[in-house]
């Protein structure tokens, strides 16, 4: 009969040598690892935040300002309500996101509550930025209500998805229909952003296709559960959100008065938004402007005309609503303390 040895490193444990070291995760999972990820995040950060500064600081030298003034009076008030009635159909269609999140958590709030809501908490982080607007103001809304902290943060979260899934399917789209000029004396080919953009549409696509293989089942990284809605209501996320970011598009392209063409139009909303988030600007003061017109002006289209749309359309679009959401948020707060005190229970004075 034969007989099986065991290796000497289990049978004398003096023998045993030691596990391997850790040397992190091979390929490029293991970079953010490194000491030097850091340092590159910053420095690509840095160096996007030096392009748009130097474009700011360009642009503001060479505006004729008086000129501004005089074409932000020459606008005509059925293109600045068309323009409005667009930007408030765009804040309705982000609201909805917040439907999804209700959806996936299975809060009863009414759905036009909830919409007000994240009405409401849109237009703070629009004009000061998402911790205050997305996470502050929609925590207090939430909390206020009776919803505890892990499903607002589910809301936050579902709606943060639901916000950029739409804006990839833009990205990749926008680059077959337009092409952008030259940045600061920099250019590519229209086949890198064609690649580029067809890489972000395929991270909306595999979304979506995860919500199918999935079926709703929430999706554990970690530890952590990240409810998924079934696959209809993920191309609903992808459908309202595009939507929602052609509106805003369609606004100022309308302020523009079809001057310059709609793809240039939703670029510059596209564009004026990572760069917004980028860094850090509340409401992304000067860089939507530098944007617009870096992008937008032409020899039949000049900058003055640029600039005073690009104030109408953020006077519109964020300074109108976050007036409108700091009254409802009175208001509600106004109503939820008087339910408090009514249903406090009354203290006889001795």
């Known amino acids: 009969m034969a007989t099986t040895t065991a290796p000497a490193s ?29 340092w590159v995040t910053r420095g690509i950060a840095a160096a996007f935040f030096a392009v748009v500064a130097w474009l700011i600081f360009r642009q503001a030298r ?20 068309i323009a409005g009635a667009l930007a408030l159909c765009s804040h309705l269609a982000y609201g909805t996101f917040d439907w999804v999140g209700r959806y996936c958590t299975g809060h009863r709030l009414p759905l036009p509550t909830t ?12 004009n000061l930025g998402s911790l205050i607007g997305g996470v502050g103001v929609r925590y ?10 892990g499903t607002i943060g589910q809301v936050v979260g579902t709606s943060v998805l639901t916000n950029w899934v739409g804006y990839l399917v833009l990205a990749a789209a926008l680059p077959w229909l337009w092409q952008p000029p030259a940045l600061a004396g ?20 595999a979304y979506v296709a995860l919500c199918a293989v999935r079926g709703g089942r929430a999706l554990t990284v970690r530890g952590h559960a990240f409810p998924l809605p079934r696959w209809p209501v993920a191309l609903w996320q992808v459908v309202i959100s595009t939507g929602n970011w052609m509106l805003m598009g369609a606004a100022l392209w309308t302020v523009l008065q079809g ?27 000067g860089v939507l402007e530098a944007m617009g017109v870096a992008l937008l002006t032409t020899p039949t289209l000049g900058q003055d005309k640029v600039l005073a749309a690009l104030l109408a359309y953020r006077a519109l679009y964020y300074f109108g609503p976050l007036v409108l959401a700091a009254l409802a948020f009175g ?15 009354v203290t006889s004075r001795v």
């Open 331 to 345: 208001v509600a707060e106004l109503r939820l303390r008087r339910a408090d005190d009514a249903a406090s229970p």
């Open 115 to 126: 919409l007000g809501m994240a009405m409401t908490s849109y237009a703070f982080t629009l």
């Open 140 to 149: 207090r809304l939430y909390a206020r209500r009776g919803v505890d902290a």
């Open 186 to 205: 920099w250019s590519a080919p229209a086949w890198q952003w064609q690649a580029g953009g067809a890489a972000l549409g395929c991270v909306a696509m």
């Open 62 to 81: 060479t505006v004729d300002w008086p000129a501004v003034l005089q074409a932000l009076r020459a606008l005509p008030p059925n293109a600045l309500a």
């Open 259 to 285: 001057q310059a063409p709609y793809p240039a139009a939703l670029a510059t909303v596209l564009l004026g938004a990572v760069a917004g988030l980028v860094l850090r600007i509340p409401a992304g003061l």
């Open 10 to 38: 289990t049978l004398d444990p003096d023998n045993a040598r030691d596990p391997p070291a850790d040397h992190g995760r091979p390929g490029w999972r293991g970079w953010t690892q490194r000491a030097w990820w850091p």
